[in-house]
Structures are given as C-alpha cells and as structure tokens.
C-alpha cells in the first residue's frame, strides 16, 4: 500500500500528527510519503516572529526537497496565495508521479483538501481527510445565531458549501476529539456519517515515565541544575507564551502560593508576548523552544503539567512522563485527564492555585501520574493509532 498525506506545514522539531503518523505507518510496513508546502509552521499567526520565527523558520526546506525521513519520504512543493489561502503549487502533478492508494489530508476544507478531491476520479485513490478546530477556538460553535447571521451566512458559502463537494468525494474525516468531529459536520460540510472521533498520540519512544535508575539520575540532575529540591512542586508549562494561551496565571498562582510559604516552582519553555512577564517572577524560570523530543526530560523533572486555557497536545506528552495534568474546563474534550488530572475554572486564578493545592501531596500526584502514564501508553499511543487507522485505509481499498 502506498499511502501520501498532506499537509500545509512540516517540522521536525515539533511532534504533530504529519511527522509522528507517517512514522509509525511506516513501521507498519506501508510506502508512506508526506507533501509540504514551503512554509513554516504557525506562519499564519500574526506574532509568528515574536513567537516562533527564531525556532522554526529556519528549518523550512526549499521546493523541490525530496528526502528520506524516519522511514517515509518527504515532498516540498512550493505555495501561492488564491483567495486569501495558501494553495499547493504542482500537488496533481505530485501525486500523479507517486500514484498513491490512499490520500490522507489533514483538513477537511480548504485548497489542500479540495484540491486532493479535484484529483480523486482521475487517479483512483482513497481520499481521507481531519478536522481540528476545536470549540474553544471557533466562535459560532459556542453560541446559538440565526440562519441569517452574517457571520453564519459567512460559514455557510466559505466553509460548509465547499467542504460538502469534499465530503462526497472522501471515505472519512477523522476528528481527534468530540467538538472537532461535532465541528466538522455543523459547519464545515462534512457528512456526519463520515466522520470518526481518533484522538491524537503520544510518541512513547520519547515520553515514559521515571522508571529506571537512569531517568532517577535524569531527574535529580535536572532538578539540581535549576536550584530545585526534591521536596519543591515543579509546575510545568509548554508552548506559546501568548495571550491566548496565558501561561502568566500560572507564574501569577506560583507567586501567591510562595507568599503562603508554599515550596512551587514555575518552569516555562516557550516564547511569545508574554515571556518577559514571566521571568519577572523570581519563582519561574523560562526556557526557549525546543526540540519536542528534548521536553520528555523535562517532563520527568517535573511535578504537574498546566496548560492554563485551550487545548495543547503536550498535555499528552506530559502524562506519557508520568505526571498530573491541570486543564481548563474552556475544553470540551477531557478523556486524556480523567483519573490522572484535575480541570479548573479557566482564567481563574483563585481557582488555579486551589487547584494546584489539592496536588501538593505526593502521593496523590503519584497516583495520579502513574495511571495517566499508564493511559497514554496504553490508549494513545501514536503506535496504536497507526495500526486503527491502516485498518480504516485497508477497509477502503476493499471496498
């Protein structure tokens, strides 16, 4: 089976579906090739340099590049702009050249998309596309209008019209969590029949727990290094440091629990406009981005995760390595915190901090990391969602 997924950004340095998939389809023993456009990821966002750009922009590989990689091959076509979006410039011709069985886009709508339909009846393969837009980033999921709203009028001719034609071309959209899927069918034009809830995944060969005498030595020197004490509360937060996701009200809850004589800490890797008033707090320390594979150690020196606001799939990461997780309850979809973390009132600071108490005993954190490590290995594993999703694609060439 030869397998082609597509998608608009590329990095190496970040653990996203369109580099961990394709990896572990091809230890499946499938000729897997992934098509990129010439652009960095997040190149869309408007502090993209501020926050990113001296992370990833330099690592954008030229049109033309076709390399081997973690055992897939990697395809660079080159963009331009129709109609305020970024479409793919030679993708037919691409994919005519690769002559693929089965086309995974990672959009349900699009050009990307729309584009791999267009191309469908006259190559002959399966087409597949993702939904990931979540109701905490899309308004209209979050409020009833009429059908004359403008903002509704303007979904309806831009998204839902368009992502129908899609739809009726494609075999299945794969929404990774329940209001993506949701999303998907009321405002995208997906068939509701046609879309699947496939959570995201966790490369295991990177996050696991403490559980050796090599990680224990890990953890101390790491913990040592950063002026921590076995006895602190490492709290830890990664990604974008930006409004949006204000990581600050977890600097803000360290900094009132340490006026309670209370032993947290703040550790932060990212960047973005909020960093300089993070590292104003003397109990928070901040590191620039890095490698994705590189946070597993941190993870591990760390004693509780906290994304303060939308969704991250570093909250995945963090419970493979064995810690609780704290999670806004601005997120509809919660299966990868049950039993091994605790939701607070988003943007609540009173909240966090009472929050963040109810963890401070090390036994309870204990427990709970141990279960969700336990979980993510077990349920979300990027293995296993390889293997559920080659089984969708082999049922499709059957068909």
């Not at 086309?103 to 087409?127: C, E, H, M, N, R």
Request: hydrophobic share 40%.
């Amino acid at each position: 089976m030869r397998i082609v997924l597509i998608s608009e950004t590329f990095s190496k340095k970040m653990g996203y579906l369109a580099n961990r998939l394709p990896k572990y389809l091809a230890r499946l023993g499938v000729d897997v090739h992934v098509v990129i456009m010439d652009l960095p990821s997040y190149y869309q966002l408007k502090d993209f340099k501020q926050t990113y750009g001296s992370f990833i922009d330099s690592e954008v590989l030229p049109v033309g590049t076709v390399e081997a990689y973690e055992g897939y091959t990697l395809h660079v076509l080159g963009h331009k702009k129709v109609l305020g979006y970024m479409r793919m410039v030679g993708l037919w011709d691409k994919l005519q050249a690769i002559r693929p069985d089965i086309v995974q886009a990672l959009l349900s709508i699009g050009w990307i998309p729309f584009d791999a339909a267009l191309a469908k009846p006259f190559l002959g393969y399966k087409l597949f596309t993702g939904s990931h837009t979540t109701a905490s980033t899309f308004p209209l999921a979050k409020r009833k209008v009429s059908i004359w709203d403008g903002e509704q009028l303007k979904c309806l001719f831009t998204r839902t019209l368009p992502g129908r034609l899609i739809s009726l071309v494609t075999k299945k959209c794969y929404g990774p969590t329940q209001d993506c899927a949701e999303i998907a069918w009321r405002f995208f034009g997906v068939q509701q029949h046609k879309v699947e809830v496939m959570h995201l995944g966790v490369d295991t060969e990177f996050f696991f727990p403490v559980s050796s005498e090599a990680t224990v030595q890990e953890r101390t020197a790491m913990r040592q290094q950063f002026g921590f004490s076995e006895n602190d509360i490492v709290c830890i937060y990664t990604g974008k440091l930006t409004e949006e996701k204000n990581a600050l009200i977890l600097a803000k809850a360290v900094a009132r629990l340490r006026a309670m004589e209370k032993p947290y800490y703040g550790l932060f890797i990212g960047d973005g406009v909020q960093k300089k008033s993070i590292q104003a707090h003397p109990w928070c320390t901040v590191l620039n981005f890095m490698p994705f594979y590189e946070l597993a150690a941190y993870y591990r020196a760390a004693d509780i995760g906290v994304w303060p606001t939308n969704e991250s799939t570093s909250t995945l990461d963090a419970a493979a390595c064995g810690i609780p997780i704290i999670v806004s309850d601005g997120i509809a979809y919660r299966k990868h915190v049950g039993g091994n973390g605790i939701v607070y009132k988003m943007n609540d600071l009173e909240d966090l901090i009472n929050v963040l108490l109810k963890l401070r005993d090390r036994e309870t954190r204990k427990r709970l990391g141990s279960f969700g490590a336990e979980k993510m290995a077990r349920q979300f594993s990027w293995e296993s969602i390889a293997m559920h999703r080659l089984k969708d694609y082999e049922a499709a060439l059957r068909s």
